[in-house]
């Protein structure tokens, strides 16, 4: 069965540094990978996916995402965050041969950017 | 914004009583997916439906059901309701169903409280 491991539950950080958030998966088959944010009060918006092709994503607000088959991981980075990108990052997987495509997440990564 | 609009956007509620989500999906889209969020589990999968027939279930209760109708909205019907059905409903849309690899537009979500 598929599982996605995000291994930081909170990750602090302050207003223009670098982050990286973690996101592990295990699968037996090919696999898509996505990440979304959840803005506090709000739904789940895609940042990015990976289907195929080169293993760096790149997504909306400056995000991007490697994927690494051998290590099974899917980590999303920033080079420079903003004060509004603290939200809850959350990592899915959908493989291609699920009936319907439906998204197995992770536990979430709760980015909290200080001044 | 999304496109996929769910109402009620809070719902209050004691034990025992039965509740109806909706979900409009985005226009054109032809798959609902239903997912739940609680602090204890997560984000989980419910079920999916494409062009008002069932695709794929997940860890959905017998006490729930759902259905799609011909103008493609969906309904989330949750039944006998206990304390640990609280949480937040989340509904997403997407074109197809692909076995994989399709973007999920989601909703803003229903908050459910069960007192």
């Known amino acids: 069965a598929q599982s996605v491991t995000q291994l930081d539950s909170q990750v602090p950080v302050f207003e223009e540094a670098p982050v990286e958030l973690r996101c592990n998966y295990s699968s037996s088959v090919s696999v898509y990978l996505f990440w979304y944010v959840q803005y506090p009060n709000q739904g789940l918006q895609l940042l990015l996916k990976?289907?195929?092709?080169?293993?760096l994503v790149k997504g909306i607000n400056g995000f991007e995402a490697e994927f690494n088959k051998s290590q099974t991981s899917f980590h999303l980075r920033k080079p420079s965050v903003h004060i509004s990108d603290t939200a809850e990052y959350f990592c899915a997987v959908s493989d291609e041969y699920n009936q319907g495509g439906k998204l197995i997440f992770g536990q979430g990564t709760e980015l909290s950017v200080k001044p | 914004d999304s496109g996929v609009t769910q109402t009620p956007k809070h719902l209050i509620t004691a034990t025992g009583q039965r509740v109806t989500l909706r979900c409009s999906p985005r226009?054109?889209?032809?798959?609902v997916y239903w997912y739940q969020q609680s602090l204890d589990q997560g984000l989980q999968f419910l079920i999916q439906?494409?062009?008002?027939?069932?695709?794929a279930k997940g860890n959905i209760l017998e006490r729930f059901s759902a259905q799609q109708f011909p103008d493609l909205h969906s309904e989330l019907n949750l039944s006998s309701l206990e304390l640990g059905d609280s949480a937040l409903y989340f509904c997403?849309?997407?074109?197809?169903?692909?076995?994989?690899?399709?973007?999920?537009?989601f909703g803003p979500g229903t908050r459910l409280l069960v007192l």
């Open positions: 990976y289907l195929s092709g080169s293993t």
């Open positions: 997403a849309s997407s074109a197809n169903v692909a076995g994989g690899g399709e973007t999920q537009y």
């Open positions: 226009s054109g889209d032809l798959s």
């Open positions: 439906y494409y062009n008002g027939e069932e695709r």
